[in-house]
């Protein structure tokens, strides 16, 4: 079973060919992914036109890559399966007609995926973990914790009441006159920061749900920044340090709680994984996988290269669907919002 699976939700154009492979984990034929960070850079965040504009020139010849790569033509695929939302509308609509096309001239099945399913099931891409598991997925867009039971069978245990955690990166780096997008650059900075320098706040310890507040611990930098102003390369080293510090303890706080609520919702979980393209921060991983040791959990966090947006992770989630039967058909609507 090959499944092509399309990703152009945000600002990275994605295709790639996915199998089944070995102890249940998937086997990755191609996976080709051209990010559109420099186009954006200039504006300091996504700008959905420039973004759908560059999805149109460069899919076709990225699923035509992705093809060659895997040794394999249209008709040797078995299924098509395409992110469908949530996301920018504009490139989401690209994706998604393009993969109609596709599978109505090859008369293949098409699986719309949600793109945040498809984060949250690549665990069982990368390391073939069984259900149920207790998912952080965090992303630019999105911040929440998920009992993980099956495929199509989520209970979220939090979510953020105001910015998600990448989009709180970005915002803070941009404050800090740093580039876009700001999760790396932030975390970078910090290695050499004083994580101690500044006494930021934790927005939320301590509180029973296990839902994020992040923009109180912005506002609280800014303060500081303003202080300081204008930044030595210290100072902002420092703030980044203090930041990201303050981030992780916050996360560890919320894990506390939504590991507490797991097992009321779906008994023992099999590991604890990450996801998004905030997985990618070391010094979350680091904490992450301590807490998961603590708790007797296995950690699983995807390679960086499957932690951002791609096209594997899509097909991987079209191989988990068509496998129940749960394809779509021309009607599949593109969604700007889809809540999993
Ligand atoms: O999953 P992703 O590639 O795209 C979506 O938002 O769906 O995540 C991108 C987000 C950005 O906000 C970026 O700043 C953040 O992930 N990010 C990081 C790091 N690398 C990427 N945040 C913190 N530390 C990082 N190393
Ligand atoms: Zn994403």
């Not at 079973?1 to 945000?10: D, F, K, P, R, S």
């Not at 959905?48 to 040797?76: C, F, M, T, Y």
């Not at 995926?113 to 498809?118: D, G, P, T």
Request: some cysteine; aromatic content about 4%.
């Amino acid at each position: 079973m090959n499944v092509l699976g399309i990703e152009t939700t945000c600002d990275e154009t994605a295709a790639a060919v996915v199998a089944p492979g070995e102890g249940g984990r998937g086997r990755i034929l191609s996976n080709e992914v051209l990010s559109q960070i420099a186009e954006h850079a200039a504006y300091g965040g996504v700008v959905p036109e420039i973004a759908a504009r560059a999805h149109v020139e460069v899919l076709d010849r990225l699923i035509q890559r992705s093809l060659d790569q895997a040794g394999l033509r249209l008709a040797d695929i078995d299924g098509i399966a395409v992110a469908a939302g949530p996301g920018l509308i504009g490139g989401v609509l690209i994706g998604l007609v393009t993969a109609k096309t596709l599978a109505l001239v090859a008369r293949k099945p098409l699986i719309a995926v949600n793109h945040l399913e498809a984060h949250a099931l690549t665990a069982r891409l990368t390391d073939g973990i069984g259900f149920p598991y207790l998912l952080l997925l965090a992303s630019g867009g999105h911040t929440q914790l998920v009992a993980v039971k099956g495929v199509g069978d989520y209970v979220r245990l939090g979510t953020t009441i105001d910015d998600a955690i990448g989009e709180a990166f970005d915002k803070v780096a941009k404050l800090l006159g740093l580039g876009y997008p700001g999760g790396p650059e932030v975390e970078r900075l910090a290695e050499t920061g004083d994580p101690e320098r500044f006494a930021l706040p934790r927005p939320m310890l301590g509180r029973r749900e296990a839902n994020f507040s992040l923009s109180g611990l912005k506002t609280a930098l800014r303060i500081e920044a303003e202080k300081l102003a204008p930044l030595s390369s210290v100072d902002v080293a420092d703030l980044c340090a203090s930041f990201q510090a303050a981030v992780v303890d916050v996360i560890v706080d919320r894990l506390r709680v939504a590991m507490r609520d797991f097992a009321e919702v779906a008994g023992h979980p099999t590991a604890l994984v990450a996801a998004g393209g905030v997985a990618a921060n070391g010094a979350i991983r680091r904490a992450l996988s301590a807490q998961a040791g603590e708790a007797g959990l296995a950690f699983v966090a995807p390679p960086l290269s499957l932690c951002g947006d791609n096209g594997a992770m899509i097909a991987w989630a079209g191989i988990e669907r068509l496998r129940l039967g749960l394809v779509d058909d021309i009607t599949a609507p593109a969604r700007a919002r889809w809540p999993f």
